[in-house]
């Protein structure tokens, strides 16, 4: 998942866009995807790691 938004950001890049396309559907797909995932592991798996960070301890 992290490689296929990394991947799809860098080909957005004018230097690469003309060799790989990734349409905007996909591309937001990929992002939301991969905010869903971060809000997981940081709301859930980490969540007392994230508030002791957020407090600034």
Do not use: I, Q
């Not at 490689?3 to 860098?10: C, K, Q």
């Amino acid at each position: 998942m992290l490689v296929r938004w990394v991947f799809s950001a860098m080909s957005h890049h004018p230097a690469l866009a003309n060799d790989y396309k990734v349409s905007k559907n996909k591309f937001l797909k990929h992002e939301m995807a991969v905010a869903d995932y971060l809000e997981y592991v940081l709301g859930t798996k980490c969540k007392s790691e994230t508030e002791a960070a957020l407090k600034g301890d």
